[in-house]
């Protein structure tokens, strides 16, 4: 019979432990059920600068709260596009939307008024130094040296992971959306906080 070697096998326990301990991601996202972070930061709708506040938008109805990398660049354009389209949908369900990066306010409320993005009708929220994304446990990363936006201006903030939390009046997290490209991301939102409103009106 073969025999075994103690020492061995501890070993290769902690190297399949390490395997797996790098093969998560050093953040995970807040979920369904945990109470929601509440922030107050700085926004933008349709190039006006404001103060935004999660506590305040919660009492007119749900909100969504979506996080992306940055304004100006493909994926973020094309979201906000699609959000600002279907702006009417999401204001029938009861429900308001805030974007959130770690733009400057300044870059935002020129993204705000844009009209093939934001349109004056979505308002995004700077978070430039990150704290909002890390209390909904985001991970954020460097912005690649030399990386540029759809204007040919350079990004020197950090990128926030393109996440959407779905907050229901009583401050929780009725849905957490990764993984999407931006338009299923949108297209998600919608569905969830219209089936929200039914069951509203259901009771």
């Known amino acids: 019979m073969k025999s075994t070697n103690p020492d061995r096998t ?13 093969a998560l991601p050093a953040f995970a ?4 059920g945990d ?3 509440d922030f ?5 709708l349709d190039g ?11 009492g007119r109805g749900p909100v969504v709260v979506y996080f992306y990398p940055s304004a100006y660049t493909g994926g973020c354009n094309l979201q906000a596009h699609t959000f600002a389209v279907n702006h009417a949908k999401f204001a029938a369900a009861g429900a308001s939307v805030i974007g959130v990066s ?14 093939e993005y934001c349109a004056g009708k979505i308002p995004v929220a ?11 446990d985001l991970s954020i990363r460097d912005a690649a040296a030399g990386k540029k936006d759809t204007r040919g201006l350079d990004i ?4 926030a992971e393109r996440t959407t939390f779905i907050v229901t009046p009583d401050g929780r997290i009725a849905a957490t959306l990764s993984g999407l490209s931006p338009v299923e991301n949108v297209a998600k939102s919608l569905e969830f906080v219209e089936t929200l409103a039914r069951a509203r009106s259901s009771q």
Do not use: N, Y
């Open 126 to 136: 700077s978070d430039v130094d990150g704290s909002v994304a890390r209390s909904f």
């Open 156 to 159: 020197s903030h950090g990128l």
């Open 102 to 115: 770690l733009d400057s306010i300044e870059r935002l409320a020129e993204f705000s008024a844009d009209p």
């Open 48 to 58: 006006r600068k404001f103060s935004f506040s999660l506590q305040e938008a919660l």
């Open 40 to 44: 107050r930061t700085p926004a933008a």
């Open 29 to 32: 996202a807040l979920e369904a």
């Open 35 to 37: 109470k929601a972070p």
């Open 10 to 22: 501890l070993l290769s326990r902690l190297v399949l432990g390490c395997v797996l301990l790098t």
